[in-house]
């Protein structure tokens, strides 16, 4: 049996993954989702890819996504929230992500804000959120998950080398992706059905500060216009990151790219 097929058997009666569309190669299983997504596919369906052509990040930066080893997901959800509560969208993926890959690898993995995911410093996975709305509503979200599964540290490009790493390199050995995939989804049902209840402020949050590997440190904050540096104190109830500076001043920022300062 194929991993999409054991994956499929894995998921059938579920939430997230009940409908799974595989593709040998495609430019970005995200762009595929929103198609998928305007025509009415279903809560819960994902698109998947053994390669892509033109995977994604943010701000239009490219995701490397070689064939044959790797999981390259996009969920497609429709949550009946307000746009202003999409936010936290990314931040639960994050945590479901994070989980996930400890749960079917033993893999300790943490998040550093607002949703790379991290296994000794290196990253490790991405998510890429995008959101299509109605009036105030959201009409539907694509969660893209990109997660080094089996890819080697011979076989990375040499601009991620120092970067970037794999399950297969952080714990020696090969990995079922089927298996991989499906400890993300299903962490992601367990995370997104307790949004739906109860919203992100309370436990959803605790969590992801539990799992956050910039909390406490000292870091840089770079959006498009400006750099700030401070201490991380977390994130606050909207998902924002809270800073304080040396003069105890504390600042939110809702986007851009945190590093570490060591
Ligand atoms: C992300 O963006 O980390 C989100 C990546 C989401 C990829 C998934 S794959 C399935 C779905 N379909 C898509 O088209 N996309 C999603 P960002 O935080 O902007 O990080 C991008 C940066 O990560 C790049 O500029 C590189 O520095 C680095 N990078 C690229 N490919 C990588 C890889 N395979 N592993 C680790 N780092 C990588």
Request: no cysteine; hydrophobic share 45%; proline share 3%.
């Amino acid at each position: 049996m194929d991993w999409i097929e054991e994956l499929r058997q894995e998921r059938k009666n579920k939430r997230i993954g009940r409908e799974i569309l595989f593709f040998s190669e495609i430019d970005s299983t995200n762009s595929k989702a929103r198609e998928e997504a305007l025509r009415g596919a279903k809560e819960g369906t994902i698109i998947i890819a053994d390669a892509q052509t033109r995977g994604r990040g943010r701000l239009g930066r490219p995701w490397e996504s070689p064939p044959g080893m790797n999981l390259y997901a996009s969920m497609i959800l429709r949550p009946a929230i307000p746009l202003a509560d999409a936010a936290a969208m990314p931040l639960l993926t994050g945590i479901a992500v994070a989980k996930g890959l400890g749960r079917s690898t033993g893999a300790a993995a943490g998040i550093k804000w607002p949703n790379d995911i991290l296994v000794g410093g290196k990253k490790i996975a991405g998510i890429l959120a995008e959101a299509e709305a109605a009036g105030e509503r959201v009409r539907f979200i694509i969660m893209g998950v990109g997660v080094n599964v089996n890819v080697g540290a011979d076989e990375m490009p040499s601009s991620l080398k120092e970067t970037a790493t794999s399950l297969r390199i952080v714990t020696g050995r090969e990995l079922s992706r089927a298996r991989v995939a499906a400890a993300v989804f299903e962490e992601m049902e367990e995370v997104y059905a307790l949004f739906e209840e109860k919203g992100f402020a309370g436990r959803l949050r605790n969590e992801w500060n539990r799992l956050s590997v910039v909390n406490g440190k000292w870091a840089t904050l770079s959006t498009l216009k400006e750099s700030w540096a401070g201490k991380v104190l977390g994130i606050d109830e909207d998902g924002a990151l809270l800073f304080q500076d040396e003069q105890g001043r504390t600042r939110r920022f809702i986007a851009g790219d945190v590093s570490l300062r060591y």
